[in-house]
């Protein structure tokens, strides 16, 4: 069972950047970062795969955010630039066993076989 303890969350002015991290007790195929605000789903941000060529992001956030990993060190990173209030919520490490599938604009919650615990991030205006 593989672990993931992400961190770098934290309160921001709108505008500003964070960079948020995941390390993981082990290798994992592919690798993501989701979101959930107070009140709604959790969402899909971002994915990457194992080698770190392919990235996917959600439209809302396409341009702003930068995922990327660290194989060698079993870690990934998420680079959040103009934040915006409404990128307010938890962030949460995913990890997933197997490939993604082929991309279709996001992926589900129900597709990820591992969680960090999550970090806040909170955009003021």
């Known amino acids: 069972q593989v672990q993931l303890v992400d961190s770098g969350g934290g309160l921001v002015q709108a505008g500003g950047s964070l960079r948020l991290s995941c390390a993981a007790s082990?290798?994992?195929?592919?690798m993501g970062w989701f979101r959930q605000a107070p009140g709604k789903e959790r969402e899909f941000v971002s994915a990457i795969t194992w080698s770190g060529v392919i990235t996917y992001y959600a439209d809302s956030v396409k341009g702003r955010f930068t995922i990327s990993r660290d194989n060698v060190n079993n870690k990934m990173y998420l680079e959040m630039n103009s934040l915006k209030p409404e990128d307010t919520a938890v962030y949460y490490c995913a990890g997933r066993k197997a490939r993604w599938r082929d991309w279709s604009g996001g992926y589900s919650p129900r597709e990820i076989d591992y969680w960090g615990q999550g970090t806040q991030v909170t955009v003021s205006s």
């Open positions: 082990g290798p994992i195929n592919s």
